[in-house]
Nanobody
Framework: QVQLLHSGGGSVQPGGSLKLSCVISGYADGDNCVGWFRQTPGKEAREGVGGIYVDSGDKYDADGVEDRITISQDAYENTVYLQINNLKPEDTGIYYC??????????????????WSRGTRVAVSS
């Protein structure tokens, strides 16, 4: 059974940093990456933040956050991390990790999630 366990959310002042972790117990057939997503207030859909291909370690990130995020993994610990620097109030939301099938076309990565974490809340305010 695939499970994803989250930690690292919380309240941060603008300009601060957070590091989220996602411990993964397994992958569904076809999963080749772990993606990070978030749902921000006022938006109905979760948006992708970035992700990492599990075997190669290649990473991708979404437009608008690429200069503020670092995605990494510890393969031995089956853990993927998302660090966000210079947090802004618009980064407030619920963050999820997900095992996924990732594909790339025209330099853009696309992730189709198969299993989700429960999510962790990030609140950025002064």
């Amino acid at each position: 059974q695939v499970q994803l366990l989250h930690s690292g959310g919380g309240s941060v002042q603008p300009g601060g940093s957070l590091k989220l972790s996602c411990v993964i117990s397994g992958y569904a057939d076809g999963d080749n990456c772990v993606g990070w997503f978030r749902q921000t207030p006022g938006k109905e859909a979760r948006e992708g933040v970035g992700g990492i291909y599990v075997d190669s370690g290649d990473k991708y990130d979404a437009d608008g956050v690429e200069d503020r995020i670092t995605i990494s993994q510890d393969a031995y610990e089956n853990t993927v991390y998302l660090q966000i620097n210079n947090l802004k109030p618009e980064d407030t939301g619920i963050y999820y990790c997900a095992t996924a099938v990732c594909t790339a076309a025209n330099g853009q990565a696309s992730a189709t999630p198969s299993h989700w974490s429960r999510g962790t809340r990030v609140a950025v305010s002064s």
